[in-house]
């Protein structure tokens, strides 16, 4: 059974439509991530939470929110999407301190 | 401004030769250096890290060099095989930050 899912899977937005991304793990891990994949860039780091009721903000954070409302869940935000926020987003999970991180499956977003 | 690079953006090999792949980067207070593996369609995978304390580490085929002079590392996969064709960023860390990733390296081994 997967640690770290993901949903929805696959997002058609409109440009200046509200966009969620969910994320949920069974890890128990205090920290998590949200990153983007584009081409090129690899994998950018948007957000990220040391626990529940915390966030903080990553490299490319303009265009996104965050919330952890508990251990298990963190949601990645896009009041206002636009279309350069097209891409594949990754959620993931990890302990403290040299720790794996464990990836989600990803969220391929389209916002038209 | 991207704090690790990765080189090649792309590599081939033959089935059975020694692939290399190249990371750098700029903070020094980095310690942490993870390598991960991406299949197309999946996340990243954790495949081997290193420490700083360190300059090599041995997983199987897959070993990692690390200068820490020159903040560079490599990793090196011996006898690569088909199977290990994927995407593969370096990642680094610095105490319980979190990992910055570099841009990848996308391998293909032909049979």
């Known amino acids: 059974e997967a640690a770290v899912t993901q949903s929805p899977r696959n997002k058609v937005a409109v440009t200046g439509g509200k966009v969620t991304l969910s994320c949920n793990q069974t890890n128990n891990h205090n920290n998590m991530y949200w990153y983007r994949q584009d081409t090129g860039h690899g994998l950018r780091l948007i957000h990220y939470s040391y626990g529940a009721g915390s966030t903080e903000k990553g490299d490319i954070p303009d265009g996104y929110k965050a919330s952890r409302p508990s251990q298990e869940n963190f949601s990645l935000i896009l009041e206002l999407a636009t279309p350069s926020q097209t891409s594949v987003y990754f959620c993931?999970?990890?302990?403290?301190?040299?720790?794996?991180?464990?990836f989600g499956p990803g969220t391929r977003l389209t916002v038209l | 401004q991207q704090q690790v690079r990765q080189s090649p953006q792309s590599l081939t090999v033959w089935e059975g030769e020694t692939a290399i792949l190249n990371c750098s980067y700029e903070n020094s207070a980095f310690d942490y250096f993870p390598w991960y593996q991406q299949f197309p369609g999946e996340g990243p995978a954790l495949l081997i890290s290193i420490l700083s304390v360190s300059d090599k580490k041995e997983d199987g085929r897959f070993t990692i060099f690390f200068n820490k002079r020159e903040k560079k590392l490599s990793l090196h996969i011996a006898d690569s095989q088909p199977g290990d064709s994927a995407t593969y960023f370096c990642a680094a860390s610095e105490n319980n930050n979190a990992p910055r990733f570099g841009a990848g390296t996308k391998l293909s081994v032909k049979p």
């Open positions: 993931a999970s990890g302990d403290t301190l040299y720790a794996e991180q464990f």
